[in-house]
């Protein structure tokens, strides 16, 4: 089984614009043992590095599965396995660069320094840490299936549009939209040690 030209090796692994995504399309006759041994050859060498932190490929499959459901819940006639989106006119497999964690970690950093910030306290900063985790995987699955409809329904030009510089500024602008109005309401909500600290001033 061979991967289009789209392995982007030049994409940058920490590009926010990219939101954490990076679909490989997989070309879709050969069997799956050969997709696994393709695999092996163009792995990122990041994926290595975690291999003890969570099991291997959890996350990519998660996604997979998220796309897959979405894609069905939709009406689409789709099929996935594994990483591997399969729809009638061709397949995308989930890679280590589109499973959503650099997304999800700037999310949640940016989440700390707010609460940081804003003094809030412990509780309400893990909160904020954890909304924008979830609201980053969550926005990372929308994406997912429309990659996989393009490469499938709309060919190469509108598939790398999404993919690409602009398709990434959507959708990080959505998810960062989102993330400011959550994190606005939590602060509201529990203004905390700012309000203590604008008395004494």
């Given at each position: 089984m061979g991967f289009s030209p789209c392995?982007?090796?030049?994409?940058?692994?920490?590009?926010?614009?990219?939101?954490?995504c990076c679909v490989l399309?997989?070309?879709?006759?050969?069997?799956?043992?050969?997709?696994?041994?393709?695999?092996?050859?163009?792995?990122?060498?990041?994926?290595?590095t975690l291999a003890g932190v969570y099991p291997y490929n959890l996350l990519?499959?998660?996604?997979?599965?998220?796309?897959g459901l979405g894609l069905k819940a939709i009406g689409q006639p789709v099929k996935f396995m594994n990483d591997v989106i399969?729809?009638?006119?061709?397949?995308?497999?989930?890679?280590?660069?589109?499973?959503?964690?650099?997304?999800?970690?700037?999310?949640?950093?940016?989440?700390?320094?707010i609460g940081l910030f804003f003094r809030q306290r412990r509780l309400q900063i893990l909160l904020m840490v954890g909304l924008g985790i979830i609201l980053a995987l969550l926005f990372n699955v929308p994406r997912i299936m429309?990659?996989?409809?393009?490469?499938?329904?709309?060919g190469q030009v509108v598939f790398g549009f999404w993919h690409g510089f602009w398709g990434g500024q959507i959708f990080s602008?959505?998810?960062?939209?989102?993330?400011?109005?959550?994190?606005m309401a939590i602060i509201k909500r529990n203004p905390g040690n700012l309000r203590r600290e604008t008395l004494r001033s």
């Open positions: 392995l982007f090796s030049h994409l940058n692994w920490h590009s926010v614009q990219h939101l954490g399309q997989v070309s879709s006759a050969p069997s799956a043992s050969s997709c696994w041994s393709d695999r092996s050859q163009q792995k990122p060498d990041r994926q290595s990519e499959r998660l996604m997979a599965w998220g796309g399969t729809l009638p006119g061709g397949s995308v497999r989930v890679d280590w660069g589109c499973n959503g964690f650099d997304m999800a970690l700037n999310v949640a950093v940016a989440g700390l320094l429309l990659l996989a409809m393009s490469d499938a329904y709309w602008a959505l998810l960062f939209t989102t993330y400011y109005y959550v994190v």
